[in-house]
C-alpha cells in the first residue's frame, strides 16, 4: 500500500529565472521542492516527503561515495500549447529505474509510487515548467547508497531524490546537425557490464572521450563496442539512426546499450510510417562505406535532452565523413516535429504515450 506524502512547503520560493527565456539552458536551475523517500532494509521504502529545495546531508561514509550504488532517470513534462502539463512515457521511465536498480543491488520502487511522486511534486511545482517552444520541465529521479559503513557488499539504506530544473531550448534555431568523434581507446561498456543501467558510473567513464571529442571540434563520441572496437553502440548519452538507402538501422540491444525511451517512440514512428527500421549490429565500416557509396541518407541521435539531433559528420581517425551534405535529413525533421508536437500537444497523440498531471 502507498504510503501518503508528506508536504512542507517552502516558506520563501526564489526568484524564477525568466522562463520564457531561451538561455535557460540545461539544469542550471532548480525549482522550490524536491522528493525524497528512504529504504532501510527490513521496512522497505518509507517516509515519502516533498520539503524544500536544500542541499543533502550525508555522511563521509555513505557507500555511494566509495561503491558508486547511484542510478537515475531523465524525463520532461511539458506545457501543452492548451496551457496545461504533460509527462511523455513516464511508465518507461519507472520500468527502467527497476531495471537500472537490479542491475546495481538497489531494492525496486513500485512504479506506481514513482509515478505519483514524480506528478505530486510537478504539480506543486508547476509554476515552473517553463511556456515557450521546445522548452519544459527536466525531472531527475535518482537513488543513492546511504548506509555509512566501509566494505563492498550492497548497502543496507537508500535515498531516493526526485529533483526539478526548468531547461531552455535544445536547439535554439532550429534543428542544428552536430559533428561526432568515433572513439578508437576508450569504451562506454561491455556486454555483461552496466551499460544497459542509467547509473553514474557509465558516464564518469565517459567523460574523458568527451572531452577529446570536443577538443577535436566534436560535440558527441561515437561509442564503438568493447570487445571488436567496430561495431556502434550510442553516440554520447544519445541512441543512434542510420539511414541507408531507405533503411534505417539502429544498433541491436546487446546489453552494453542503454534502451532509451525516445529510441522506443523513434522505432515506433518509423513502423507506422511504412519506414522499414532494423535493430541490428551496425559497423562503422559498413557506415563509412556507404557514405563513400552516396547511400548514407542521413543519422541521428535520440535522447529526453534533444529528442533528435542530426549528426552532420563523423570525424574517424584523421579522416572526416560529412553525411547528407551537413544538412538535417527530411526523416530527422519530420521525427523532431512530430515528437516534439505530441510532447506539446500541438499533433493529437494517437498513440497513447502522453499523460496529463
Ligand atoms: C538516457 C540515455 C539515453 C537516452 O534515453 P532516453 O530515454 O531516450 O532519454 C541513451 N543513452 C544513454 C547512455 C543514456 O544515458
Known amino acids: 500500500m502507498q504510503q501518503p506524502i508528506k508536504m512542507e512547503r517552502t516558506g520563501n520560493p526564489k526568484a524564477k529565472p525568466a522562463l520564457t527565456d531561451m538561455q535557460l539552458g540545461f539544469g542550471q536551475y532548480f525549482s522550490d521542492h524536491m522528493f525524497l523517500m528512504d529504504y532501510t532494509d527490513g521496512q522497505g521504502w518509507h517516509d515519502p516527503r516533498i520539503v524544500p529545495y536544500a542541499p543533502l546531508m550525508l555522511d563521509p561514509a555513505s557507500m555511494v561515495f566509495h561503491y558508486g550504488q547511484a542510478v537515475f532517470e531523465g524525463m520532461k513534462a511539458y506545457r501543452t500549447t492548451d496551457g496545461e502539463a504533460q509527462l511523455f512515457l513516464p511508465e518507461r521511465n519507472a520500468e527502467r529505474l527497476n531495471r537500472s536498480l537490479e542491475r546495481l543491488s538497489m531494492p525496486p520502487l513500485e512504479p506506481g509510487q514513482l509515478l505519483n ?45 526526485i529533483v526539478l530544473s526548468p531547461v ?33 558510473a557509465n558516464y564518469a567513464g565517459a567523460l574523458r572521450a568527451q572531452v577529446e571529442a570536443r577538443a577535436a571540434g566534436c560535440s558527441q563520441v561515437l561509442w564503438l563496442d568493447a570487445l571488436e572496437r567496430k561495431y556502434i553502440e550510442e553516440v554520447g548519452s544519445m541512441n543512434v539512426f542510420f539511414r541507408i538507402a531507405g533503411h534505417v538501422y539502429t544498433p541491436s540491444l546487446t546489453g552494453s546499450i542503454l534502451e532509451g525511451v525516445t529510441r522506443g517512440a523513434v522505432m515506433e514512428l518509423l513502423d507506422d510510417w511504412d519506414v522499414p527500421c532494423i535493430a541490428r549490429p551496425i559497423s562503422l565500416d559498413e557506415v563509412l562505406e556507404a557514405a563513400e557509396a552516396g547511400t548514407l541518407e542521413e543519422a541521428f541521435g535520440t535522447g529526453t535532452a534533444a529528442v533528435i539531433s542530426p549528426i552532420g559528420g563523423i570525424r574517424w581517425k584523421d579522416r572526416f565523413i560529412p553525411i547528407n551534405g551537413r544538412q538535417v535529413g527530411d526523416l530527422s525533421q519530420k521525427l523532431y516535429d512530430t515528437m516534439t508536437g505530441i510532447q506539446r500537444g500541438l499533433i493529437r497523440d ?3 504515450w502522453t499523460t496529463r498531471i
Do not use: C, M, N
Open 168 to 200: 531552455g531550448a535544445y536547439f535554439q534555431e532550429g534543428l542544428q546537425p552536430v559533428d561526432i568523434l568515433a572513439e578508437a581507446q576508450d569504451v562506454r561498456a561491455v556486454r555483461g557490464g552496466t551499460g544497459s543501467a542509467k547509473t553514474a
Open 117 to 161: 511522486a514524480v506528478r505530486t511534486l510537478v504539480h506543486v511545482d508547476q509554476d515552473w515548467i517553463p511556456r515557450q517552444e521546445g522548452t519544459s520541465l527536466y525531472i531527475r529521479p535518482f537513488v543513492i547508497a546511504t548506509e555509512a559503513a566501509f566494505g563492498v557488499r550492497p548497502s543496507s539504506r537508500y535515498l531516493f531524490t
Open 350 to 352: 494517437v498513440y497513447g
